[in-house]
């Protein structure tokens, strides 16, 4: 079966992976758009305006989503050219060779994962809001924190909906995206007039917190917050739109999630003196229900929230299980992975391993939030180094590929994108703003990179080049 063509032609009915192209313009669009906004908003806002203040946080989402929006230039242009599913997993392989492709692979595995089993960890956070009586059954203490049997069981359950939805086909799970994203921008409607008319600029204060050192702290959580938008091209092999639109796609939903962190920002400020807002559990839930004078409207908020995570959760599953089935099909994974659901179109035996993962998340507790925060920024940063440089490589080597959404200053770009990421990923070394916490960060970092070398070292070297995907598949065959 054939699957989209490289001059921008009309999309066919299947792809060559075996998915059913179902996804229009408006699936696309919610689907990366939900993946970026998810939970972090409501859970994180408080935290980032205590570090950096309203302007300096502000600051930090628009740099942000500049390196974003760069980075994700270069993706539109890929996945224009290679609108198949995998994304990175394709472009990596083409332009550097197996082992490249794997490492790039593997990193980004370990940061969607890490969206995934947060979300997992961040629904019964969020329950607790609406019912604060929820803790009951204690089961252990993880890093301090008390983990109980009812707040796990609420995690496992979403995980196990979440699972059983993208389990059964990608349709399903795009309508409900869509549902949940139009119900999250009416929230954001609601949050946006309630500043206008019961917010006070006097709560700006302080604007920029901690100088430089703190937008920096913001700064680098950016990377996990605007993740979402390369789910786009990991299901490209499912999208029925020509190759120039879904690059377009990827950049409009960036800069829609560029728009929405920064409206949070300032809206949240607005609501609350900044120490209620640094003291708050949501500190978002209560500027709604401050800026409304109803405790009703931090409900509505927060049933927002919930919204937001299960369209993250959602977008990811669909991520990372297209990422791991291509990983699989070309022989970089055990062929397991790889089976497309002969009734349902999906990659059911990827999409049971992340719901097991996701499963398993709330039993580490509420300090599981942090920990996936600052392991999987960094790992997603890795990739998109690897992906801008893949971009550059290809400019080089390939300049005849046909690339129906092409970059102008493609050059400029590039180099840009690929430095900016490398600047980021400095700052998650030691004694730098975003240093990994020992040791539970490092050791979610440091076994996820012990598994990845093992995996690697298995793979025969392929050099990049248009048929690298048929030399890795031929050179594994019978080792998987």
């Avoid at 003196?273 to 004078?293: F, H, I, K, Q």
């Avoid at 050059?411 to 020992?438: D, I, K, N, Q």
Wanted: proline share 5%.
């Amino acid at each position: 079966m054939t699957g989209d063509t490289g001059n921008g032609g009309e999309a066919h009915a299947s792809s060559a992976e075996g998915f059913i192209r179902v996804l229009g313009r408006a699936d696309v669009l919610v689907i990366a758009f939900g993946a970026m906004i998810g939970f972090g908003w409501i859970v994180l806002t408080g935290e980032f305006l205590g570090d950096a203040g309203s302007l300096g946080s502000v600051l930090a989402f628009a740099f942000g989503g500049i390196v974003v929006g760069l980075v994700g230039l270069t993706y539109a242009e890929l996945v224009s050219a290679m609108p198949a599913a995998g994304g990175e997993h394709n472009y990596v392989l083409r332009g550097l060779g197996a082992r490249p492709a794997f490492a790039t692979s593997w990193a980004l595995v370990l940061g969607y994962v890490s969206v995934v089993a947060f979300e997992a960890v961040a629904l019964p956070q969020t329950v607790l809001y609406l019912a604060p009586e929820l803790p009951a059954g204690r089961m252990w203490s993880i890093a301090g924190y008390e983990v109980y049997a009812t707040w796990v069981a609420v995690g496992v359950v979403g995980a196990i909906a979440m699972t059983v939805l993208n389990y059964v086909g990608v349709r399903p799970a795009a309508v409900f995206q869509t549902i949940a994203v139009l119900f999250l921008a009416a929230v954001g409607v609601l949050l946006t007039v309630g500043a206008f008319t019961g917010g006070e600029s006097g709560h700006l204060e302080p604007l920029i917190t901690d100088g430089l050192g703190g937008v920096l702290t913001v700064l680098v959580a950016t990377p996990f917050l605007f993740v979402g938008f390369d789910v786009i091209p990991q299901s490209a092999g499912e999208i029925k739109l020509a190759p120039r639109k879904i690059g377009r796609l990827l950049v409009i939903s960036v800069l829609l999630a560029t728009v929405w962190y920064i409206m949070i920002m300032l809206t949240v400020s607005s609501g609350l003196p900044r120490g209620e807002v640094t003291n708050s559990e949501l500190s978002t839930a209560d500027a709604m229900a401050a800026l409304w004078n109803s405790p009703t409207m931090g409900t509505i908020l927060v049933v927002g929230g919930i919204a937001g995570i299960l369209t993250s959760w959602n977008g990811f599953m669909i991520g990372a299980s297209r990422l791991i089935f291509a990983m699989a099909s070309s022989g970089m994974l055990p062929r397991w992975f790889a089976r497309v659901h002969p009734r349902f179109g999906t990659p059911s035996n990827a999409v049971l391993f992340i719901g097991v993962l996701s499963v398993c998340a709330p039993l580490f507790g509420r300090e599981m939030l942090v920990w996936l925060v600052d392991a999987g920024s960094l790992s997603i940063v890795v990739a998109y180094l690897m992906v801008a440089l893949t971009f550059l490589v290809l400019r080089r080597r390939a300049p005849e590929m046909p690339r129906p959404f092409r970059v102008g200053p493609g050059r400029t770009v590039g180099v840009l994108a690929l430095v900016l990421s490398l600047g980021m990923a400095v700052l998650f070394l030691p004694g730098l703003p975003a240093e990994l916490v020992w040791p539970y960060e490092w050791i979610i970092v440091g076994l996820w990179l012990i598994a990845g070398l093992v995996l690697v070292f298995r793979l025969p070297r392929v050099p990049g080049g248009p048929d690298a995907e048929e030399q890795l598949v031929s050179a594994t065959r019978g080792k998987r």
